[in-house]
T-cell receptor, first 115, second 115 residues
């Protein structure tokens, strides 16, 4: 079975400081990993994904994520946080291609960026 | 493309009434998913379709819930009879292939309140 853990319900960071939202996963085989963002009263929006290749993946709005196979982690990062980054962030994982695997989503982490 | 379109955006209904939620996926997307989001349980996959055929409905909580996809451009999620514990935000999402390759596109959701 595949699973995702987002150990922090909430992350607080000051504007201009770097931010990290943590995600660890469990899956059989090589993972497909995703980050989504949800702004208030909106659906989830795709931010970035890792399937293969460079462990550092760049996505929308200046976000990036680092895949670490040995630690089974896929942390979301941004060098300089903006107040507008405040939102709910979801990590998701699925198994390798060849099947009809559907991603499993984490419970989400609320990011609050203070002015 | 207008994205995934859900209607209504908000629904308030009395316990025991029938509720129908609607979704129009992105044209050309083969997969359609229905999710439910609550504070207690996070994001739950209810059911998904591939080429209009239901593939996995194991997430549907009870027989009171049913979903249909009569054609590639329309799906409904029906709750009959509705109960207060059904109150949640219901999201529809679509994907051109398995979500592992492309990620999902979510609609803006329907906020359901059952009183």
């Amino acid at each position: 079975a595949q699973s995702v853990a987002q150990p922090e319900d909430q992350v607080n960071v000051a504007e201009g400081n770097p931010l990290t939202v943590k995600c660890t996963y469990s899956v059989s085989g090589n993972p497909y990993l995703f980050w989504y963002v949800q702004y208030p009263n909106r659906g989830l929006q795709f931010l970035l994904k890792y399937i293969t290749g460079d462990n550092l993946v760049k996505g929308s709005y200046g976000f990036e994520a680092e895949f670490n196979k040995s630690q089974t982690s896929f942390h979301l990062k941004k060098p300089s946080a903006l107040v507008s980054d405040s939102a709910l962030y979801f990590c998701a994982v699925r198994g390798p291609s060849g099947g009809s695997y559907i991603p499993t989503f984490g419970r989400g982490t609320s990011l609050i960026v203070h002015p | 493309d207008a994205g995934v379109i859900q209607s209504p955006r908000h629904e308030v209904t009395e316990m025991g009434q029938e509720v129908t939620l609607r979704c129009k996926p992105i044209s050309g997307h083969d997969y359609l998913f229905w999710y439910r989001q609550t504070m207690m349980r996070g994001l739950e996959l209810l059911i998904y379709f591939n080429n209009n055929v239901p593939i996995d409905d194991s997430g549907m909580p009870e027989d009171r819930f049913s979903a249909k996809m009569p054609n590639a451009s329309f799906s409904t999620l029906k709750i009959q009879p509705s109960e207060p514990r059904d109150s949640a935000v219901y999201f529809c999402a679509s994907s051109p292939r398995t979500a592992g390759d492309y990620g999902y596109t979510f609609g803006s959701g329907t906020r359901l309140t059952v009183v």
